[in-house]
């Protein structure tokens, strides 16, 4: 049997750059499923992700999926794609089990968790308060080179991973410190700054999209002081969920979230092309 893509529309150029196709995948010109490729607003051209990807159930668990990905990856190639990824659900466990057996590489994890009524406390001696223009400044610099340098160590080109840090920061914060929506904030105790978080919402949850203890007083405890804080201000706010994007490699982020109540609901992957 012969496992084929056949494009369903023209190929799709949006504003932003970025260019995308769906296609049927067919087995002996039958349909079986569908997939949607496009390429990357973050890293461009060079990057072309499986945005969705179906297999129609009665043909599930015959390999089309396996066979139709590795077809995504010519159409990628020939798109001038270096590099291909996509998100794979964390409660589809013939999902997880394809792109490890397909040769991708956990990048990062979204997590999330929901929220009672009352927020929880702080631990006795600390407390968050808005962070000063001043320690903005501060803070903006070292996030953008540690946001790149996150990128850069797990295989992103460097001008890429500077690219994309920098882009994120303009559309998050457009107003900096009076962004709406947002909120950065430094964590005390006991009178002496331990830490800062940046927390928001997003599509329809609270999102915390930075949160770093001090080097200088790890190991105490903070890091789970600044997530209560995050969780705290998500309760004020009135979000029911709150979620987080945490980076592969980094056990004891993703000890302290587990820890915390947060569960995996995605893998994002990615494969190099050759």
Same mark, same amino acid.
């Given at each position: 049997?012969?496992?084929?893509?056949?494009?369903?529309?023209?190929?799709?150029?949006?504003?932003?750059?970025?260019?995308?196709?769906?296609?049927?995948?067919?087995?002996?010109?039958?349909?079986?499923?569908?997939?949607?490729?496009?390429?990357?607003?973050?890293?461009?051209?060079?990057?072309?992700?499986?945005? $969705?990807?179906?297999?129609? /159930?009665?043909?599930?668990?015959?390999?089309?999926?396996?066979? &139709?990905?590795?077809?995504?990856?010519?159409?990628?190639?020939?798109?001038?794609?270096?590099?291909?990824?996509?998100?794979?659900? &964390?409660?589809?466990?013939?999902?997880?089990?394809?792109?490890?057996?397909?040769? =991708?590489?956990?990048?990062?994890?979204?997590? /999330?968790?929901?929220?009672?009524?009352?927020?929880?406390?702080?631990?006795?001696?600390?407390?968050?308060?808005?962070?000063?223009?001043?320690?903005?400044?501060?803070?903006?610099?070292?996030?953008?080179?540690? =946001?790149?340098?996150?990128?850069?160590?797990?295989?992103?080109?460097?001008?890429?991973?500077?690219?994309?840090?920098?882009?994120?920061?303009?559309?998050?914060?457009?107003?900096?410190?009076?962004?709406?929506?947002?909120?950065?904030?430094?964590?005390?105790?006991?009178?002496?700054?331990?830490?800062?978080?940046?927390?928001?919402?997003?599509?329809?949850?609270?999102?915390?999209? $930075?949160?770093?203890? $001090?080097?200088?007083?790890?190991?105490?405890?903070?890091?789970?002081?600044?997530?209560?804080?995050?969780?705290?201000?998500?309760?004020?706010?009135?979000?029911?969920?709150?979620?987080?994007?945490?980076?592969?490699?980094?056990?004891?982020? /993703?000890?302290?979230?587990?820890?915390?109540? =947060?569960?995996?609901?995605?893998?994002?992957?990615?494969?190099?092309?050759?």
């Amino acid at each position: 049997m012969t496992t084929t893509l056949r494009p369903t529309e023209p190929l799709q150029h949006a504003a932003d750059g970025t260019r995308s196709r769906r296609y049927q995948v067919c087995v002996n010109s039958r349909s079986v499923g569908a997939i949607h490729l496009g390429t990357s607003p973050a890293f461009g051209a060079t990057v072309v992700r499986i945005l $969705d990807l179906r297999i129609d /159930e009665p043909d599930r668990r015959r390999g089309r999926g396996t066979v &139709a990905a590795l077809a995504a990856e010519e159409v990628a190639r020939g798109w001038g794609g270096r590099r291909i990824e996509a998100s794979v659900p &964390a409660d589809s466990a013939a999902a997880v089990r394809m792109a490890t057996s397909l040769g =991708y590489v956990l990048r990062n994890r979204t997590m /999330e968790k929901p929220l009672g009524e009352s927020p929880p406390e702080l631990p006795a001696g600390s407390r968050g308060r808005p962070m000063t223009p001043a320690e903005f400044d501060v803070w903006r610099e070292h996030e953008t080179e540690a =946001y790149a340098r996150d990128w850069i160590e797990r295989g992103v080109p460097e001008a890429q991973a500077r690219a994309k840090a920098e882009k994120d920061q303009a559309t998050l914060l457009p107003d900096g410190l009076a962004t709406e929506g947002v909120l950065l904030s430094v964590l005390e105790h006991e009178g002496t700054p331990v830490g800062t978080l940046w927390s928001g919402s997003l599509d329809g949850r609270a999102f915390v999209y $930075d949160v770093e203890t $001090d080097p200088r007083y790890r190991g105490r405890g903070h890091g789970r002081t600044l997530m209560l804080l995050a969780e705290a201000q998500a309760v004020e706010a009135g979000w029911p969920v709150i979620r987080l994007n945490v980076f592969a490699g980094n056990p004891p982020a /993703e000890r302290l979230y587990e820890s915390l109540g =947060y569960v995996t609901t995605a893998r994002h992957v990615y494969k190099e092309l050759v």
